[in-house]
């Protein structure tokens, strides 16, 4: 499940850029008022620095602790994201929203298959 990671952080790098390159092209800029561009933008950058944490995640060990903690940070992100999604654009942005659900699902996998749970990782990352 190692390609979990390099997906993520390809499909995130993609947004990311995206983001940074054309950010009228983002749903959500109209959200943000007057400056929803650079608040788009800002957003870019950050989704970028989390692809790139989750390609450089995909060859540290499976079972490593951190991974772990990475995964279920990945899972909440997904799972905010979904809920937010659904709620403000359910019909222009379905395919994001299809492709967040199925991403919290796969780090759930990733963590139940390499962790006991993922309330155990959140318990030994205190």
């Known amino acids: 499940m190692t390609n979990l990671f390099a997906i993520n952080g390809g499909i995130e790098l993609v947004a990311g850029i995206a983001a940074l390159i054309s950010p009228t092209a983002m749903p959500m800029w109209r959200l943000c008022g007057d400056r929803g561009q650079e608040a788009v933008r800002w957003w870019g950058l ?7 944490a989750s390609l450089l995640m995909r ?13 279920v940070g990945m899972m909440v992100y997904h799972a905010i994201i979904s809920f937010f999604v659904a709620a403000r654009f359910p019909e222009p942005q379905f395919v994001g929203g299809i492709l967040h659900i199925a991403l919290f699902f796969l780090f759930h996998a990733w963590v139940r298959n390499y962790h006991t749970s993922v309330a155990a990782v959140v318990v030994q990352s205190y």
């Open 59 to 71: 060859n540290a060990p499976d079972e490593e602790e951190s991974k772990a903690a990475f995964a």
């Open 46 to 52: 950050a989704i970028v620095a989390l692809g790139v």
